[in-house]
């Protein structure tokens, strides 16, 4: 039976998305109103310049900015030549825009299984859903860990790396968003790198997608007069841009705090509680969250806000049973993504949660499962 009346001597927040950028807000606040004042709001030279920085930081040779992580991915499908008779795969247990983005390219989205430690798709799961079909793999780099980009190529189809929750993760090889052929990014208000509103980036090597890429996000045209394809109305916005530079050059501290935080809760025993993330071989991710299993998981998630612990369950019902996605997977037998769906919780996670965070949290997991 559970316990009841613990409480955490101080409130431990799902995400702290203000601590970490305080020190940063005169530097925000002065980018802000230097754009103000030039009034160059559209594709202008922040943009251009994050764009420089930010490829530099993935180690490409491009980054094209765009309006949204869901937008990046469907432009970077395009531009990868994905069209309507092909299939790509994707996982289920991932936020919806992964697969959502599929259909609007013409093409379908065909599910793959996750690996229960890793919680991301493998050369394994991949070949399982290989068909003649498969234009492309969109790999996510799930919660921050790094899916094996290298092996699933080996397979002989193009992967897209789906990079939203990976900033600031680092691999043996090289970081995420310069392993496949392209990768995309979101950078949402609560993603490791994250705007003040809607923002995204694709990133690659490849000189074709990155053309490709620019003319798609421009409505099909390079210059504004000659429209090409019917394209998108989708372009990072200039006072987003100039956010983002501004907290690039702390992207990787940032991650290293994280990296501490999961050591943190790692000392404190969470794992004689629950299950524990793993990481990748080879990678140290740079938690975007920090997701436990549990048998007991909905009790845990029911339990902990009144411990003053924020918690979220984040795919209970996974994409290929989501309603808009019957069409595309009626026949789809994903075992381990039904499990870790059921399973998993998301657990308080930031570049600033400390070693006493990390004890109360433990705390009141304890006091809940007994």
Not at 177 to 199: H, I, M, R
Not at 270 to 289: C, D, M, N, Q
Not at 321 to 328: D, E, G, K, L, Y
């Amino acid at each position: 039976m559970a316990a009841v009346g613990c409480t955490t001597a101080m409130p431990v927040a799902l995400f702290d998305t203000t601590t970490a950028l305080e020190p940063l807000r005169a530097q925000i606040d002065a980018a802000i109103a230097d754009v103000v004042a030039a009034r160059r709001f559209i594709l202008g030279p922040e943009v251009a310049a994050f764009e420089q920085e930010f490829a530099a930081y993935c180690g490409t040779r491009h980054a094209v900015g765009v309006a949204n992580g869901t937008d990046a991915l469907t432009i970077a499908l395009r531009a990868l030549g994905v069209g309507p008779g092909d299939e790509v795969i994707v996982p289920s247990f991932s936020f919806y825009a992964t697969a959502e983005a599929v259909p609007a390219t013409g093409a379908r989205p065909v599910f793959c299984d996750v690996e229960r430690d890793t919680l991301c798709i493998s050369r394994a799961t991949v070949a399982a859903a290989l068909t003649p079909a498969t234009k492309a793999v969109v790999a996510v780099h799930l919660f921050g860990n790094l899916a094996p980009v290298a092996e699933i190529e080996a397979l002989g189809v193009p992967v897209l790396e789906d990079a939203a929750q990976a900033a600031g993760t680092r691999g043996d090889a090289a970081r995420p968003g310069a392993l496949g052929s392209a990768a995309t990014w979101s950078f949402f208000p609560s993603k490791n790198l994250a705007c003040f509103g809607d923002g995204g980036a694709i990133t690659t090597d490849d000189d074709a997608i990155a053309q490709a890429a620019r003319m798609l996000r421009f409505h099909g045209s390079h210059d504004k007069v000659t429209y090409e394809q019917i394209g998108y109305n989708s372009r990072l916005d200039e006072l987003q841009a100039a956010i983002l530079r501004v907290q690039l050059p702390h992207l990787d501290a940032w991650a290293d705090g994280r990296r501490a935080a999961a050591r943190h809760y790692e000392q404190a025993g969470l794992g004689e509680l629950v299950t524990l993330p793993v990481a990748s071989p080879g990678s140290e991710p740079a938690w975007h969250l920090y997701v436990v299993r549990s048998e007991r998981a909905d009790e845990l998630a029911a339990g902990l806000p009144g411990h003053g612990v924020g918690c979220k369950a984040y795919y209970r019902t996974p994409i290929h049973r989501q309603p808009a996605m019957a069409q595309f997977a009626a026949s789809a037998e994903l075992p381990v993504t039904d499990e870790v769906a059921r399973t998993h919780l998301a657990l308080p996670i930031s570049p600033v949660l400390s070693a006493e965070q990390a004890r109360e949290v433990v705390a009141a997991v304890r006091a809940l499962l007994g």
